[in-house]
């Protein structure tokens, strides 16, 4: 703004400029100069401060960042270990359960076609002595000892429709094999009251 003036001052005098006039105008214009020189320095500086205030707030929020990326890596790390350990433990349970559950299923026998009207309060002692009927007092003397008794866990079908099969497991695994090896002899040729089983 300042050179401006000097210029339009100079314009004014289109006369000779003699030394004196001359020192005088570049005195002043130096003066202008220093003054434009700090006015855009002040400004740069503040300027330049601002960005400085933002890449320290930059830094100091990336320290953090990569603090907390630490521990969250940290914490993955022992949860995929935590993981691991409960896969390994998860894939024992699984294989003690399938081998009870076998030797659960190991005693059980299925008996088909025993009408659904038959039926007690007591089915353990019930079928027991259904079993006897239908092997015969050669095969099993007596009753045999049942651990537990019921019909297959569905509904209950139509009449005049295939009923449901009878499970029941025996407290004796050799009674079992005994029953299963003399049902496998008279396979076709096993009934109770005429009604082949």
Known sequence: MATRNLRHEAKKDDGPVDGATMARLMDE?????????RTFAASLESRLD????????HTQRLASMEDGLNTWSGRMVELEARCAAQDE????????????????????IRI??????????????????????IMGKDVLPEPPELDRCHRMLTPKPAPGSRPRAVIARLHRYKIKETIILEARKRRGKLTYKGKPI
């Open 112 to 133: 088909l076609g025993l009408d659904e009207s038959l039926h007690s309060d007591h089915p353990s002692v019930f079928f027991a002595e259904i079993l006897v009927e």
């Open 29 to 37: 214009l130096k003066l202008a100069f220093t003054a434009e020189f």
């Open 50 to 57: 601002g960005i400085q205030l933002a890449v320290t707030d």
């Open 89 to 108: 433990v998860i894939g024992k349970l699984k294989t003690k359960l399938t081998d009870v559950e076998s030797r659960s299923r190991r005693s059980n």
